[in-house]
């Protein structure tokens, strides 16, 4: 067996390579399941809709609710790292609009990561439900469906555009143009006004466009120097709703927790005359910091005139409601969770939501009226659940997985059937001997507590040593469940952990502070980042623990992360190559007065003397004298979140310092690889890597 013979040592480097790449269980077939990017319900039939990601080659399927089997709409063919997202319906769930392609990088370049001699996409399409092909409108974003579903809205380059649906020779029609990137375009329910949000940096606006004789009229609603978001239109079209959070300060070091600040607030606008005023304001102390939910849309105008939103007032991210005239919030969902991935009901009327109530490692879906009363748990069990879609006759759309299952979308009838979708995708070489995780607790060096999962080969021996490869995940507002993630990237993550165990090395992936679930005091952890690097202490304590482990090799403790897992990684192997044998840094910053930029442009380390200072000291090439362990880099050159120099930089320090460094580069790939081949080519040169190492 693979195991014992891993076990003994009696394979080299290059058997093993040839053994990840060959082997029944390998890296290919565990990266085989196709992944579901997104789910949405047409709005006035049960239709629903949602992408399938097949190995990079990205569709669109259908199906017409309930009891319904899905099928692919779309003829795409080809990893080409083109994305498929923003599906709309149209009113009468017969056609859906998309986007394909990604937005520009600050060069102003698209996406095109497998260079593609015409270049990258960005660009809406529309198809027809029943069949046909995908016929591509122009190029945009951000598009909204008119409420007779005869024509979109759009954004392209800073103009507003109009284009219909039914006339194939219909040219696009240009409606307004504005500063600022714009987006968040909605139609009002009557059609006859467009609003949308002008981003200028240190404050946006929320715009109301009315079409008139001429280009139209934008009315600004009460502009000011702070930032206004997640606009909404009340049902009737009469009123809408935005959040107010109050201008950055300009003291505020970037990637230091926020804990308090100036509160933010819940305005009531008229789209006539552009006033509007105040109906809720947080209250000073937790929950003055507003922090959005993963999923999309933060604020919600019921049937019942109340307004939900999402407060942290308990030190968790809950759903609360208030009257759209004002008064006291109601706390809909009191306890210690999270919510995330909410969505309206058909009839407006009850709120549908992912959490993680009772169930801190996991996602459930619940469901709780807008006027109050007790959640009512749809899923519960050892699976996952999220991104709910309400479907016009009761029913819910959503997306699953499991310990041992793959992503994959799902529909629950009124009755609470569920019924799998597109079930018939999952290739037959996938693999079925997977391991279940286990929740552990990981005692930090300074005494605190971080979550992790554990993944144990099968038939572990008692007192046998195995190596170890540690996962640091990204973000870092991120968090690994016990089974495959809601993100692709980490659910390719946990696919690659899941083939460790399978070679019969323990894996494990650890949940650091500053991450999210399990609630704000973990997440805006005091030290953490560039204010302090206080999430390192609970990667050594990781370190520990496993040292601790009875079946653990203590000489063979990897470690791999990307982004900010990749900076943690470099941290390890910098500050303590004697505990960590070997790691894979995949596109990690390595310093942070540097990587700052790319998140705040205008960011001049001597504006802020003391804290750059601590960020230099926070960052791994603070420590890079100490790095003896050898590394395998990756990383794309057109990445819009680590700049690529981050990486050659790293490079050129360890070169210097007689460091054996290993590189997989990827031409013209960002930052979550969009090609599935260099995910397949990162993930088994992680594997040889690593392995290779353990053989040493």
């Given amino acids: 067996m693979l195991r014992f013979a891993l076990l003994l040592g009696i394979f080299v480097s290059s058997a093993a390579v040839s053994d990840i790449r060959d082997e029944q269980f390998s890296i290919a077939s565990i990266l085989s399941s196709p992944f579901p990017t997104e789910i949405v319900a047409a709005p006035d039939t049960p239709g629903l809709a949602f992408v399938l990601n097949d190995r990079g080659v990205r569709n669109i399927w259908y199906a017409g609710g309930p009891g319904d089997s899905a099928r692919q709409i779309t003829a795409f063919t080809d990893d080409d790292g083109i994305n498929v997202s923003d599906l709309k319906f149209t009113a009468d769930g017969k056609r859906l609009v998309f986007i394909r392609g990604g937005s520009p990088n600050a060069a102003g370049e698209l996406p095109n990561p497998a260079s593609l001699t015409r270049g990258g996409e960005h660009a809406v399409y529309v198809i027809a439900v029943d069949g046909g092909e995908a016929r591509k409108l122009d190029n945009g974003s951000g598009p909204s469906v008119h409420p007779s579903g005869g024509q979109i809205a759009y954004v392209n380059e800073r103009t507003v555009w109009s284009i219909a649906l039914d006339d194939p020779e219909a040219k696009p029609e240009a409606l307004f143009q504005a500063r600022g990137s714009i987006g968040s375009l909605a139609w009002s329910p009557d059609g006859s006004r467009l609003l949308f949000r002008s981003n200028r940096g240190t404050h946006s606006y929320i715009g109301v466009w009315t079409p008139d004789d001429g280009q139209g009229e934008i009315v600004w609603l009460s502009p000011s120097v702070d930032r206004d978001l997640s606009p909404t239109w009340s049902p009737d079209g009469r009123q809408l709703a935005f959040l107010r959070l109050p201008s950055p300060a300009s003291d505020h070091f970037p990637f230091e927790p926020i804990r308090e600040d100036l509160p933010w607030s819940i305005r009531v606008a008229d789209p006539d005359t552009g006033t509007s005023v105040e109906v809720w304001r947080a209250d000073k102390g937790h929950g003055s910091v507003h922090r959005g939910i993963e999923g999309g849309q933060q604020l919600f105008w019921s049937a019942d005139d109340r307004l939900l939103f999402f407060w942290e007032k308990n030190g968790w991210n809950q759903l609360y409601s208030v009257a759209a005239k004002g008064g006291q919030p109601k706390h809909l969902t009191p306890g210690e969770f999270e919510i995330e991935y909410a969505a309206l009901t058909s009839d407006r009327r009850s709120l549908v939501y992912a959490s993680n109530q009772d169930d801190i490692h996991r996602r459930h879906l619940w469901q709780v009226d807008t006027g109050g009363g007790q959640p009512r748990e749809l899923t519960s069990g050892d699976g996952i659940e999220w991104a709910p879609a309400p479907l016009a006759d009761g029913g819910i ?276 690889f969009l090609l599935h081949r260099n995910w397949l080519k990162a993930y088994e040169r992680t594997a040889e890597f690593l392995i290779g190492e353990m053989e040493n």
């Fill in 397 to 672: 759309a959503f997306l699953r997985s499991g310990a041992t299952t793959p992503a994959r979308a799902a529909v629950i009838s009124r009755k609470g059937k569920i019924q799998g979708l597109a079930t018939d995708t999952l290739p037959a070489g996938f693999p079925d001997d997977l391991v279940t995780p286990i929740a552990v607790e990981i005692t930090a060096t300074d005494g605190k507590q971080a979550p992790a999962q554990l993944f144990l080969p099968e038939g572990l021996e008692p007192g046998e040593k195995v190596p170890v490869a540690i996962f640091l995940h990204g973000g870092s507002r991120r968090q690994m469940l016990l089974g495959w993630h809601m993100r692709g990237y980490y659910h390719n993550a946990y696919s690659l952990s899941q083939y460790f165990a399978s070679r019969g090395i323990i894996a494990l992936a650890l949940n650091y502070r500053s991450g999210i679930g399990y609630g704000m005091a973990f997440r805006e952890a005091l030290d953490y980042g560039a204010t302090g690097n206080s999430e390192f202490r609970d990667v050594i304590g990781a370190g520990l623990f496993l040292r601790n482990h009875p079946n653990v090799d203590q000489d063979k403790i990897t470690i791999w992360g990307g982004s900010y897992g990749g900076y943690l990684t470099a941290h390890a192997l910098a500050q303590a190559s004697e505990m960590f044998s070997a790691g894979v840094d995949i596109h990690g910053v390595h310093d942070w007065n540097d990587g700052i930029r790319i998140f705040v442009p205008g960011y001049n380390k001597n504006d802020f003397p003391e804290e750059s200072a601590i960020a230099d000291r926070s960052s791994p090439f603070h420590y890079i004298d100490g790095w003896r362990s050898p590394v395998l880099l990756i990383h794309g050159d057109d990445d819009r979140n680590v700049f690529f120099s981050q990486t050659t930089r790293l490079a050129r320090k360890l070169r210097e310092r007689e460091v054996r460094v290993e590189q997989l580069v990827f031409p013209d790939e960002v930052h979550g």
